[in-house]
Nanobody
Framework: QVRVVESGGGLVQAGGSLRLSCAAS????????MGWHRQAPGKQREMVAG???????NYIDSVKGRFTISRDNAKNTLSLQMNSLEPEDTAVYYC?????????WGQGTQVTVSS
């Protein structure tokens, strides 16, 4: 059994920063791709940033230069540093990890950016 837990969401003013964390635990032998997704009310879930096991990263255009994804393979953790937050970043953020060809999701953490 694999468990994925996010933390670090909250309420912040526009221009502020938040750091999201994700920890995977359980029957883990090799984590592959990891990513952060978000879903705003009335919108589809989208991948915000991803990172391969080798450390290669990708971001959607709207967060490039503001968000930084990183991972610690020894601790099975994933982070997302979010700077210069905008009201449009308001959403539930989900951690996603691939292990042995299967993907696992956390329960999500709410990020709210006030204008």
């Amino acid at each position: 059994q694999v468990r994925v837990v996010e933390s670090g969401g909250g309420l912040v003013q526009a221009g502020g920063s938040l750091r999201l964390s994700c920890a995977a635990s359980g029957n883990i032998f090799n984590i592959g791709f990891m990513g952060w997704h978000r879903q705003a009310p009335g919108k589809q879930r989208e991948m915000v940033a991803g990172i391969s096991s080798a450390g290669n990263t990708n971001y959607i255009d709207s967060v490039k230069g503001r968000f930084t994804i990183s991972r610690d393979n020894a601790k099975n953790t994933l982070s997302l540093q979010m700077n210069s937050l905008e009201p449009e970043d308001t959403a539930v953020y989900y951690c996603n990890v691939w292990i042995g060809g299967r993907q696992y999701w956390g329960q999500g953490t709410q990020v709210t950016v006030s204008s």
